[in-house]
């Protein structure tokens, strides 16, 4: 299998609550898998880590040969890791234009004295990004509304802008943290469909935290349950469904009720 | 890289056209408007580049500095010392060496070369005393930058009460040419006349040189702000967290920032100094910081026209209402004259703005954005 990102043995506690423990994925190219728990399982902190929002304690991340952890989240994000946000944060007085702009600016070449001077070369990229930024914005079906600003978008479209952001950045691997909240249901479907478009139509391999289970069982062709940082199963989502332990973790059994 | 001459000329363009206005300012409406209204527009002129300076921090990357006179006071000082004593290296005096360009009419003779070596000696030290903030400003950045909103406010009030006292306890200024020709250049960057401020400055201020860079502050920041650079430094504003997933250096592009406000800081500084004759520290402390923040969340947080229009206004109503009020006081008897109006009215004008518009005037648009606007609707 040709490992793309690798994470092992993944841990990091706040203060005396450990948060993630012993962590560890495999995302081979072109992988679309996703990452379950109940609320508070730790699986937006395995996001943090990965993208050095926080530093891990012990374990390392690597993207092919390139080791992760302990780089800043720009230059993870340069490496080619990119991800959404579970609330949204996306630049909410800028329009969706340049939301999607200041994604595709990481891969732009000129000064700020090319800038300034408004040199051939400030031009000439300044094009390329406006191309690809319409580009993207025609793949999420936000042409529309691309001279609007981010706050006063729609919820669904907000998290679709969100993705193409982080794909403006021309990422590797897409972490998408809940894609489909807030959505309605035929939202939710057509977001089916959209993933795995995006995975074929930018290439990129994908690790999605959800918790809409007709969206997860659907598309992810792994999925790796998470409950107080403890993965407790891996597997496809039929051995995953069928598993005691995730029942029991979502469903609770009277020992845990118990508790 | 390639670079035509057509390119070339589209590129500077703006600025021809900036510096063909000043020319008109200073050939034409100088003479006509007298010394008052020359000074008004000299003053103007140095509060737009300090507040467009300003908002590419406080706007652009949404960090909060109040020090904004502290890099003011050192372009000025090293501008100043660099014409004064530089000028009495070059010439044997601190008289106005210029052209036609550096002449205030009434004066006394117009007659002269357009430009001549005092000018040169005033744009290098103008330049100079930018380079000088902008070094002043990385060295403040680099560390403090790292710091988020309120701390990073006092740690830019720190440097700029650092940077009066620093001044202030400077040696006494040199003014015998003897004196001064005897010195080396390092200890008479020293002799910035301590608590007595830094006087006898020649008058190179003129409309002319003043609208020229204030010309090229507004190129350039409008030119950031239209550019991918623009657009970063926004996203820090926005959303520090999500710039960084988006693969924005937040930290390196906040120093840059901050240091290219500081440059502008320091140009306006050293028009300053040149437009009065002299530089004071204490004059240059936390309340003219103040006035240019005023400016900037009048004018609206990251808009560059926005700045610039309340810097002209709030330039422009201290005159009108000194005016006004000694004329209302001619005609009221003396224990009921009214007193200085202006810090009411600015206290006032700012706590209606931050009910009513909190973003200010224009928040992060340009003007000519609204008009886009406004036929966008009407067209649909």
């Not at chain 2, 206005?21 to 034409?28: E, G, M, T």
């Not at chain 2, 003129?206 to 657009?231: E, H, P």
């Not at chain 2, 001619?330 to 006032?348: H, N, Q, T, V």
Request: glycine content about 10%; some cysteine.
């Amino acid at each position: 299998m040709d490992a793309l990102l690798e994470i092992r043995d993944l841990s990091i506690a706040f203060g005396g609550l450990k948060a993630v423990q012993d962590f560890s994925l495999t995302l081979a190219r072109g992988d679309l898998q996703g990452l379950i728990g109940p609320n508070g399982a730790g699986k937006t902190t395995v996001f943090n880590l990965v993208t050095g929002v926080y530093r891990p304690q012990v374990g390392t991340v690597r993207l092919g040969s390139r080791v992760l952890n302990g780089l800043r989240p720009h230059q993870i994000a340069a490496a080619g890791v990119a991800r959404t946000f579970q609330a949204s944060r996306l630049f909410a007085d800028l329009t969706v234009r340049d939301n999607v702009r200041i994604g595709c600016q990481l891969r732009a070449t000129h000064g700020l004295w090319a800038t300034v001077w408004r040199t051939t070369r400030h031009v000439a990229d300044e094009a390329r990004i406006r191309d690809r930024c319409e580009q993207l914005l025609a793949t999420f079906g936000l042409t529309k509304r691309r001279g609007e600003l981010a706050r006063n978008l729609p919820y669904g479209d907000q998290r679709r802008l969100e993705m193409a952001r982080a794909l403006a950045t021309d990422p590797q691997v897409l972490l998408l943290d809940e894609p489909a909240a807030g959505m309605n249901p035929p939202e939710k479907l057509a977001l089916r469909e959209l993933i795995r478009s995006v995975r074929r139509q930018f290439d990129v391999t994908i690790l999605l935290i959800e918790h809409d289970m007709g969206v997860v069982m659907d598309i992810c062709e792994r999925i790796t349950v998470l409950d107080y940082g403890v993965t407790i199963a891996v597997g496809t989502p039929q051995e995953v469904q069928r598993d005691a332990r995730v029942i029991a973790a979502y469903l609770g059994t009277p020992e845990t009720e118990a508790r | 890289m390639r670079l035509g001459v057509g390119t070339l000329l589209r590129n500077l363009a703006p600025l021809v056209v900036g510096v063909a206005l000043a020319s008109i300012l200073h050939f034409w409406i100088q003479p006509a408007s007298g010394a008052f209204a020359t000074k008004v527009l000299v003053d103007i002129g140095i509060n737009v580049i300090l507040a467009v300076s300003l908002t590419l921090v406080n706007g652009f990357t949404g960090q909060f500095s109040i020090g904004h006179a502290g890099f003011m006071c050192v372009g000025g000082y090293v501008a100043a010392a660099v014409t004064y004593y530089g000028s009495h290296r070059l010439y044997g005096d601190a008289f106005l060496h210029g052209g036609v360009l550096s002449w205030t009419a009434g004066q006394g003779g117009v007659a002269g070369p357009l430009l001549a070596g005092g000018d040169l000696l005033f744009v290098v030290a103008c330049l100079l005393g930018g380079l000088a903030a902008a070094v002043a400003g990385y060295v403040v950045g680099l560390p403090s930058l790292r710091l988020r909103g309120d701390y990073l406010a006092i740690v830019t009030l720190g440097f700029g009460e650092i940077v009066r006292v620093l001044f202030q306890s400077t040696q006494p200024q040199l003014f015998l040419a003897g004196e001064i020709q005897s010195q080396s250049t390092w200890r008479l960057g020293t002799m910035l006349g301590g608590a007595l401020g830094f006087t006898s400055v020649p008058f190179y201020s003129t409309l002319f040189w003043v609208y020229a860079f204030v010309a090229l502050t507004l190129l350039a920041t409008y030119r950031i702000k239209q550019s991918g650079y623009g657009r970063a430094f926004l996203s820090i504003r926005e959303d520090e967290v999500a710039a960084e997933a988006m693969g924005v250096h937040t930290t390196r592009l906040k120093v840059r920032a901050f240091v290219l406000s500081s440059f502008f800081a320091g140009l306006a500084g050293a028009l300053f100094a040149h437009s009065i004759g002299s530089i004071n520290a204490g004059e240059l402390g936390f309340q003219k910081s103040f006035d240019v923040i005023i400016m900037v969340v009048l004018g609206g947080m990251g808009s560059i026209s926005g700045s610039t229009l309340a810097a002209i206004i709030l330039t422009i109503l201290p005159e009108v209402l000194r005016t006004a009020t000694e004329h209302v006081n001619r005609y009221l008897p003396e224990s009921y004259a009214l007193p200085d109006l202006r810090m009411i009215i600015y206290s006032l004008a700012l706590i209606v703005m931050m009910i009513v518009r909190p973003q200010g005037l224009f928040g992060l648009h340009e003007i000519w954005d609204f008009r886009k606007k406004a036929r966008r609707h009407e067209g649909t």
